[in-house]
RNA sequence: GUCCCCGUAGCUCAGUUGGAUAGAGCGCUGGUUUCCUAAACCGGAGGUCGCAGGUUCGAGUCCUGCCGGGGACGCCA
């Protein structure tokens, strides 16, 4: 999965670096490197490794070795210069081949550039986005969604066939507080404020229904918190409370885990009620993804599962892998003789039900069968951590070896700013906001940006400007910055029109389609592109060719960031260019067309980049 | 208490399997438009890479300890 392409031009270099120091190409290729300044050179091969082997001084072993390359019939035509620099070897390419070797297969490639067919008969199954049922689509669903369809177009450029699973929280005892809300409202009345209101209302009667138990567990960890410094009368009467309360949670409680009990034992009232508000939920969600561009290739939720957990937990028992303890059955993840003791992984609850470990663990079992994946992936936040853990090292408990084969794609948390504040968007505490209304103020920043800085475009060309803008400019927010660090999103900095932004690299794009645009007639086909010579063509030109390994990595790593930052810095050699050297007047008709040829491969790496990551390019704005 | 993640410029972040003098953007500041979109480009100021040891020719990068921030830790999902 590692062999970096290459360009025809570094193929040469790497097959007569290693024809002269009697190592191999792929070594040489990973050693190979631009050098930390661009006046030293296009790349960069640090002799150290290269010194041993022949029994000198790093930098005795590099001036040896530019001698004898200098002498190297096949590399005359490629390059320009090879220079030993203390225990380093600069080498300057000449542009011109540079270009001629990258230009063309990237543009005959087009849409596919740096895709292949490596990972055919792979499958990859990514669990991503997941929300709750009956509950709205917030921004804490918006990085599982993001990061997941990204990494499934990724994947697939490079060939494997990918299975996205929208693993919808809609099943447990949660189904139960939503029944117990249901059948508690008027029913006529229910029946108006559901078709009037559809999930809002699903979601009313769920914060209703909950009341009592977050007030009551509130007011608790208030009493132990001890930061808060609570008045005498104060503890009195918040103790007063709680013994109201209680009694009153607890039996909510009751009803909904005895609801939640009867649909998991089939009951045909309930099972017809909870497809119902499914169905509900998924048509609204719909709304979201398709402003994202997302789609699943399948929503089976946790509920899908539901005729596989009997018999799984029969399997289980008769196999010897289910214990009971403490009133469950579980599987034991620690083992005997250690000291720390790891939760074990609970199959059955006390009260007879199931938890999502259940469910977690059937899924799997069933993407295995059904798939038969090469990796199942599932993009869930870092608290979930132990939970995968336990779930990868339950299913190895169970036998199967492709335990190895799953993998928890964490991510970071998310928090908003707003103004001097920083809200965290935990469950608890936070006010959730909802994923329509900040994509909505999104475009609304970005509207009146396009009105200011575009104002002669079309109206109903700048709404699909600013959709594409705003909504892109979240998108690529969240994408922009390792997975693993916990994200602060500031709406200034993400509409902020300067900076490594979305709109930064969607202008970028603009721009270059303008001049094609403005060109009007067709690009040839074969310009000689070997009147490319100035630096910052060059530059372009490298830029673009570093993608196909860019891809690479982003898929190993699990790491969309890689494309966001490789787009900014191509964007950045890009604009370098625009402002230095002019296109449509250029000195010659022939390096008019050979610049065309490069502003045509730019746009098209660059639209390539941002449809990976889900962000629309459009090419006026 | 145990485990996981993070700590790089005032702020937000890059930094390739260890390689040359640690880089961007924002913000601050100076400049570039008779020229294809100035949502751009070029320059300046700004650093003890949390701290202390260790490994090695070489450490922001690997190891150990400590400090600071976040998260998780059996019947919620």
Known sequence: MSASPANPVLQTLLGRLSAATKLPREQLSGMLRPPPKAEMGDYALPCHAIAGPRKQKPDQA???????????????????SIEP???????????????????????????????????AGQTIVID???????????????M??????????????????????????DWGTQCGYQFLAWKQANPSEREVQLAARGID???????????????????????????????????????KRIAELAPVAEEIERKARELFRKLEEGDPDLRILWERFRTKTLNVLQLSYDRLGVAFESTAGEGFYEPFLLPLIEDLKQRGILFESEGCWVIPLSEPREKKKKPPFIVVKTDGTTKYDTRDLAAAIYRKTTYDFAQNLYVVDVRQSLHFQGLFKALEKCGYEWAKDCRHVSYGLMQIKEGDATLPMTTRGGRMIPLGELLDRMVGIVREIVNEKNPALPPEQKDRVAEAVGV??????????????????????????DGDTGPYVQYTHARACSILRKHGTYIPDQ???????????????KALDEFPRVLRAAAEGYEPSLVATWLVSASRSFNDFYNKRQVLKAESAALRDARLALVDAARLGIARGLKLLGVTAPEEM
């Open 85 to 119: 620099a203390g225990a380093f070897l600069n080498f300057r390419l000449d542009p011109g081949a540079l270009c001629a070797a990258v230009l063309p297969p990237l543009r005959a490639a087009g849409e596919a550039y740096g895709g292949s067919d490596e990972g």
């Open 527 to 541: 310009p000689d592109l070997t009147l490319l010579r100035e630096p910052e063509e060059a530059a372009v030109v």
């Open 62 to 80: 590099a001036i040896d070795l530019a001698a004898e390359l200098a002498l190297d019939p096949h590399l005359k035509p490629i390059v320009i």
């Open 472 to 497: 892109g400019a979240i998108i690529f927010w969240i994408q922009a910055r390792r997975r693993s660090s916990n994200i602060v999103f500031d709406w200034k900095e993400a509409t902020n029109p």
């Open 128 to 142: 991503y986005s997941s929300p709750n049922i009956a509950k709205p689509f917030h921004v804490g669903h918006l």
């Open 201 to 239: 209302y699903l979601v009313d009667l769920y914060v209703e229904i909950n009341r009592p138990g977050k007030e009551l567990t509130s007011l608790k960890d208030r009493l132990l918190d001890k930061n808060v410094a609570l008045q005498p009368g104060e503890r009195v009467e918040t103790e």
């Open 144 to 169: 599982s969604t993001v990061l997941g369809a990204s990494l499934a177009r990724i994947f697939r450029a490079l060939g494997h066939p990918v299975v996205g699973v929208n693993h919808l929280g």
